[in-house]
């Protein structure tokens, strides 16, 4: 005989795996009748990946020519460099959870247990996604409080010498 306790534990472990299945079935059925083989949260992160990677091609193209990098600039770019790793990284694994358009359903159901299995992963990159922009936002107003207030940041001596031989040069 079952002792109440084990007859509630047996009962909560059966609704934990019919909820799953009734999950996994309504994904199965969202990515197999949705235009582009993935669920609706993997086609926004995959919208948010790409333009993401626009961002940083346009910081990363910062016309720089007779421009020394600052600190700032230095620290800017590292930043990118994270945000592009961490994009590449949630574009290859969005990659993995869609299917071609010609797919069966059983290729749905494939992919929606994949999606199951990996939505923690996928969560775990936009958090660190989100760190970054929040702090290259961060680092992109304290450049424009600097170059707002250009007596609290006086420039190098040096620099200005080298900058001015240059175009004396030129």
């Known amino acids: 005989m079952l002792s109440p306790l084990e007859a509630l534990s047996i009962a909560s472990a059966i609704i ?5 299945g009734c ?3 309504s994904q199965t059925q969202e990515i197999y009748h949705s235009a582009s083989g993935a669920t609706k949260d993997n086609v926004t992160s995959a919208e948010i990946v790409k333009d993401i990677n626009a961002l ?4 990363k193209n910062k016309d720089r020519t007779f421009q020394r990098l600052s600190l700032d600039d230095i620290a800017l770019g590292k930043l990118v460099d994270s945000c592009e790793h961490e994009a590449k990284a949630l574009r290859h694994l969005l990659g993995e ?9 059983w290729d749905s159901f494939r992919v929606a247990f994949r999606s199951a299995r990996k ?9 660190r996604l989100l760190k970054l922009q929040k702090q290259i936002d961060s680092r992109l107003q304290l450049m424009m409080k600097r170059v707002s ?3 609290a940041n006086p420039p190098d001596l040096v620099w200005l010498v080298i900058n001015s031989l240059l175009f004396a040069c030129v």
Do not use: R, S, W
């Open 119 to 127: 939505k923690g992963m996928v969560k775990d990159i936009e958090t």
């Open 16 to 20: 934990q795996i019919i909820d799953f």
């Open 56 to 59: 940083n091609k346009e910081l």
């Open 149 to 151: 207030d250009p007596l």
């Open 97 to 105: 959870l869609e299917i071609p358009p010609d797919a069966k359903k």
């Open 23 to 25: 999950k996994l079935v």
